[in-house]
Structures are given as C-alpha cells and as structure tokens.
C-alpha cells in the first residue's frame, strides 16, 4: 500500500492513493492528490479550477447583487479574499454543481447524494442517508483534517484520508459564514428545482449532516473518479460489465425490522467493491434510498434492515457495485408487522376486521368503540381510493388536495399519520381505503355520546365543548405535553397530539392539541370550511370548531355502517 503523510500533522494518518491516479489534474492546471475510501477515488483537495471541462468559463461577480439574482454556474473565494484559496479552495453555486459541462477533470465527476452516502456509510455501517439531518455520528471525524478547524475540532482523526477543510460557505445573499467552523461539499444532485443536496461538517461535532441548499449559495467541491471499464483490474477494457445479482426473499419481519439479503452471480470481470441491498416504499429502489453495505466480492450475503415504519410495503433490490456501475437484483416486496395494541386494548379490535390496509400498502389496527369501528391510528395514506395520488403539499393553491408531514420529517409521519388539508377530505374520490370513511360530524357525536352520555351534538354547539369528559377517554396516555389532563384512552381510540399545519405553511402545537376533519361544513349556508373535532393537553374536553380548508389536519377514517 502506498501511504501518504501530512508533515505537519502530528499523528499523520496513513491512506492509500488511489492506484494509477496518485493525482489528477484540472483544466486550469491545478493538481490534486487523491485517496482511495469505500473502494472509490476522491480528491484531497477542495476544487479551485475557473472553467467547465469544455473551457467555459463560470462567473466570478463578488459582490452580493450578483450572488442573489445569479442564474448560472459561479465561484467565488471565501470575503473575496485571495489567501483563502490555497487551504480552502473556491466555494461554487448550486447551477455550477449540477452544470452537465463538468466542474472536474475529465473521469471524474462531483459525486451524487448517493455516491456522498456511500462514502459515509464505508466509514460508518449505521450511517442513514435518506432524510435531511444527521446522517452519521461519527464519519465527520474520519473525513476532517487534523488542522485548520477551530476547538475543539471534535473527533477529527482524518482516518480516511479525505482532509476536509472548513471552507465555510456563501449565502444566496452574497453573505460569507462558517470559514474554520464548517466546511460544506455540495453533490451534483438536485432537491427539487431549485435546491441541491450538500454535506455539512462541524468543528463541535464528528456527525456528517444531509441537506439540501440554494442554487444561488456558494459552497465546496470536491470529485469522485468515473466508474469505468478501465478501472478496478481484472480481463481488460471492452469485456468489463456490471455485476450479476439477485435479491433473497426477506424473513423475521418485526414491526421495524427485517432480515434479507441476496447473491453477487458475476462480478462482470471486475472486483465488486461493495454490495447489499437498497429499500424503501418507493417502486424501484435504489442507492438514492436507505441501503446496506454487506461486503465485497462474489457470493451470499445477509442484510439486516432496521429502523422500519410498522404497517409499512416496503420494496427491496440487491445491488453489487464494480468499476463499471451498480446493477440491481429482482424485486421483493415485504409488509412490516403492526405495533401491538396499547395495553388493555387487546381485545378491542373491531370483530372480523382487526386490521385494514390502505393501497399504498399501509396497515392499521381498529378499534370497535360502541357500534362504531374506527381505525386505531391516523390516516398515512398519499393516495385516494381509486388509486389517484394526492398532491404533496408545497403550497397553498386551492382547491387541490394536498397531504404533508408534521415539520416535513418522516419520523412524524411513522408516529402521527399524515396532515391533509380540506379539500383532499370532500374529493369525491375519497381518502379512505374501500369500505370507510372520513366521519361526518354527527358520527363524530356518536362517538361522543358513547363515552359522554351527558355530551351535546356538535350541530348545537358548531364552535366549542360537546364533551366535558369524552376527550380524556380519547387521548393516548403517551406522547402529550404535561399536564395531558383527564387523560385515560379508556376508548382505546389513542388520539396523539399530532398538531396542525398553518395557512402559513408553518406547523404548530404538536403534543399540545390534536385536530380531527368530518366532512361537515363548517359554517351556515355551505363554503369550503369544515368542522373539526379538536382535544388538548390542558383539558379532557372534546371540542368542535369550523376551520378554513387551507389547514392540515389529521384524518381517522370510520367503517361504513358501523352503527351510526
């Protein structure tokens, strides 16, 4: 192994070159050294060149102006300060990232998300890439170098070889921040139309965090070798291909786990470097999804999945990966187990039908409370009944139904369900599976009357209490904010204080209050308005109030004739 030392370190690490390529050279003529982590060649180095591959030049405007009305691939130095570039190298905007004409030399590119999660994942086996956030604890400190970073520079031991430098980054208004707290390296992969996906390091901490930023922000570059036929050794050129792989059905399913795995069949005459298996509910997943590294080479391999959604369709590819490319094996499909009842509940499950899927896969526990069968848990489904996909909130165009996550994080929508505005509850096409539906607000009394007999209809009182008591039998004694008072989920209905999207696409109150849609108007004489069934953490009441269909609330679908 050839190793590499930075004199001036005081414990340098040992790395490997990448072999062949020690360094490679950009269009400008600047050189960089290069490294070899997770079986893929990396630059050393912070990107400095002013050109595309093809001679191209990228714009160079410093002043702030520019920056916020920017269309284009640019650079700039960090304050414009030319001593920068040496250590730092140039911060590029989101246009230059995903620009086809190339920011690195010619076989190599900036890595995608996916590629920027594989490298992570090689330093860190538990590292999760698909959500924004903390995708690993521990890879920063493996990546960062042992100087330039301020105290406490946390974990730092460069093990990897990578060198990462806080070069800080640029603001889409033209302000500089972060240089010697924080280096930031965009992918060439977008978020949307108007964001990009990017890494974050931190001088606090040794995580590695995914975002997604402004094309018109500024940040670090570094690139990835090309995935070629020339690479990786093993029967020359021409006759290269991708790996042959297949996919093992998966077993010991849990609520959140699962165990699979599958075969490398042919490594295409090249060293597969990594394999395991990609997962999601998306239909064909791959390396852009959560995954698992499990080895290289040829052979079975085993996968543990973990972190699952209960009541969850998943969908699951094997993939290896050699010099040419990744290729998938077949696809298997699995459901993880629904959570158990809450305690004392057991035996309330609606009879004959203790459980019921959604199209998209999703299972949920019932409950039978009087005559009335209710689903356990809040409606998670972005489909209608026929099959039609309900429209992922992004504004608030009306009259389209839209669905979103409680502070756009997925893990709110494992715990709390989805929020849906209005209109996507009265779409003719419904929002419940074949056989239920959103509740009126009279069925909604029923229920009420059930566990109050003393509650008054919510026709009489349209905006206030119809229950004293009914909501304390309603809430979970779990997941509310103190003093969650008259709390005892006697009903096993097992409200959560799932909270409510704003108009103002802000989100509010979650574990202070939880608010059901019927499908009642809302106010005398029609409109779009509806009335909601609302509880909170400070009263046992059940409340009905009409509220405009630009809120997102939750939904909790009732079996047709269930003695209403």
């Given amino acids: 192994m050839t190793s590499c ?27 960089y050294n290069t490294v070899l982590i997770g079986g893929r060649c990396w630059t050393r180095n912070n990107l400095k060149v002013t050109k595309f591959r093809n001679g191209d030049g990228l714009g160079s405007d410093p002043s702030s102006n520019y920056w916020t009305s920017v269309n284009q691939g640019s650079f700039s130095l960090y304050d414009n300060q030319l001593g920068n570039k040496g250590d730092f190298g140039y911060l590029y905007n989101g246009y230059a990232a995903v620009d086809a004409r190339g920011l690195c030399p010619t076989g190599w590119h900036i890595p995608t998300d996916a590629e920027w999660g594989q490298m992570v994942k090689s330093l860190d086996p538990s590292s999760n890439s698909a959500n924004s956030g903390t995708e690993s604890a521990t890879a920063g400190g493996a990546l960062k170098s042992v100087e330039l970073w301020n105290s406490p520079n946390v974990g730092a031991t460069n093990v990897s070889g990578f060198g990462a430098v806080p070069g800080g980054f640029r603001s889409e208004s033209g302000v500089f921040g972060a240089k010697s707290d924080g280096g930031t390296y965009w992918t060439s992969t977008p978020d949307g139309s108007s964001r990009v996906w990017f890494r974050y390091l931190y001088d606090d901490n040794a995580s590695v965090v995914r975002n997604s930023g402004n094309l018109r922000q500024g940040r670090s570059v570094r690139c990835i070798q090309d995935l070629t036929g020339t690479g990786g050794g093993g029967g020359g050129g021409d006759s290269l291909e991708a790996p042959t792989v297949t996919t093992q059905s998966l077993v010991s399913i849990t609520t959140n786990t699962a165990s699979g795995g599958g075969q490398v069949v042919s490594d295409g005459g090249s060293p597969v470097v990594q394999r395991g298996v990609a997962y999601g509910t998306v239909p064909l997943p791959d390396l852009n999804q959560p995954y698992t590294m499990n080895g290289t080479g040829m052979g079975s391999f085993s996968s543990a999945l973990l972190n699952l959604t209960p009541n969850t369709t ?3 590819r094997a993939y290896a990966t050699n010099a040419i490319g990744t290729s998938y094996g077949n696809l298997v499909s699995f459901t993880t187990d629904a959570p158990p009842p809450p305690p004392g509940c057991q035996a309330n499950a609606c009879p004959g039908s203790p459980t019921v899927t959604d199209l998209g896969g999703r299972v949920y526990g019932t409950v039978k409370i009087g005559n009335q069968c209710w689903m356990a ?16 909130w992004s504004s608030n165009q009306v009259p389209v139904g839209y669905y979103a996550v409680y502070d756009n994080l997925s893990s709110n929508e494992t715990t709390y369900g989805l929020l849906y505005n209005a209109f996507a509850v009265i779409d003719p096409r419904g929002l419940c599976p074949t056989g239920w539906h959103v509740p009126s607000s009279a069925e909604f009394d029923v229920l009420a009357t059930f566990l109050d007999p003393n509650a008054i209809g919510g026709s009489a009182v349209f905006n206030g209490a119809v229950s004293a008591t009914a909501g304390g039998e309603m809430k979970s004694l779990l997941l509310w904010n103190s003093p969650n008072t008259g709390a005892t989920n006697g009903s096993c209905f097992g409200a959560l204080g799932a909270g409510y999207r704003g108009t103002d696409a802000n989100y509010y109150n979650q574990g202070i209050g939880t608010y059901f849609w019927t499908t009642t108007t809302g106010f005398p004489g029609g409109g779009n308005s509806l009335l909601d069934r609302r509880l909170w953490n400070f009263s046992s009441e059940l409340v009905v109030a009409p509220n405009a269909p630009e809120f997102g609330f939750s939904v909790r679908c009732l079996k047709d004739s269930s003695g209403n």
């Fill in 314 to 316: 998943y969908n699951v």
């Fill in 5 to 31: 030392r930075k004199d001036l370190a005081p414990n340098p690490p040992v790395f490997e070159f990448c072999p062949g390529s020690p360094t490679v050279t950009d269009v400008d003529g600047q050189v």
């Fill in 377 to 392: 848990s809040n409606l998670r489904s972005v489909q209608y009944s026929n099959g039609d996909p309900i429209t992922a």
